[in-house]
T-cell receptor, first 112, second 114 residues
């Protein structure tokens, strides 16, 4: 069965520091996609970054990068130079047929 | 605003009442999804439409739940005879089905059943 696991319920990071949010996945499909979303207190899920299973390079989008280790089935999100506005819930997700399945999320708190 | 719009944002109802949520997707998107999110959990898939056709329903979608997308534009999610366990955030998302399939979410409709 396809599954996403996020083992960190909460993380703290000081402003301007980098932080890594962990995500592991389980699938037997050779082709899959991995996503990270941010959910601030307003509730809207905001797409951050995508990694395809056949992509040779790790995805990057501004301050976000995805550390994709296929053999370990991990897709960790790295946020560089954290900002106070990065405080939110972060969800890892995997595409399963035509829908996304989500992990339980990690709450990130950035302090000054 | 050209994002996904959901109404109402908040709904408080008594157990046993019916509630309906509406979702207006991004106009050119042909796929529309409904998810449910309870406290401390990630979003859970409920159902999705391609145009007006409902292509998949989760086992979470009991017979008290019904979703429609009559003209392939907006969608409604109705919950009949609400129960306290229905209290959750109901998220709507849309996508064009192209690119790598990222979903664009609305801000959600929070349901509280007393």
């Amino acid at each position: 069965a396809q599954k996403i696991t996020q083992t960190q319920p909460g993380m703290f990071v000081q402003e301007k520091e980098a932080v890594t949010l962990d995500c592991t996945y389980d699938t037997s499909d050779p082709s899959y996609g991995l996503f990270w979303y941010k959910q601030p207190s307003s509730g809207e899920m905001i797409f951050l970054i995508y990694q395809g299973s056949y992509d040779q390079q790790n995805a990057t989008e501004g301050r976000y990068s995805l550390n994709f280790q296929k053999a370990r089935k991990s897709a960790n999100l790295v946020i560089s130079a954290s900002q106070l506005g990065d405080s939110a819930m972060y969800f890892c997700a995997m595409r399963r047929t035509d829908k996304l399945i989500f992990g339980t999320g990690t709450r990130l708190q950035v302090f000054p | 605003d050209t994002g996904v719009s959901q109404n109402p944002r908040h709904k408080i109802t008594k157990r046993g009442q019916n509630v309906t949520f509406r979702c207006d997707p991004i106009s050119e998107h042909n796929r529309l999804y409904w998810y449910r999110q309870t406290l401390g959990q990630g979003p859970e898939f409920l159902t999705y439409f391609q145009n007006e056709a409902q292509l998949e329903k989760s086992r979470l979608l009991s017979d008290r739940f019904s979703a429609e997308r009559p003209k392939g534009s907006f969608s409604t999610l109705e919950i009949q005879r609400t129960e306290q366990g229905d209290s959750a955030m109901y998220l709507c998302a849309s996508t064009s089905g192209s690119s790598f399939g990222e979903l664009f979410f609305g801000e959600g409709s929070r349901l509280t059943v007393l």
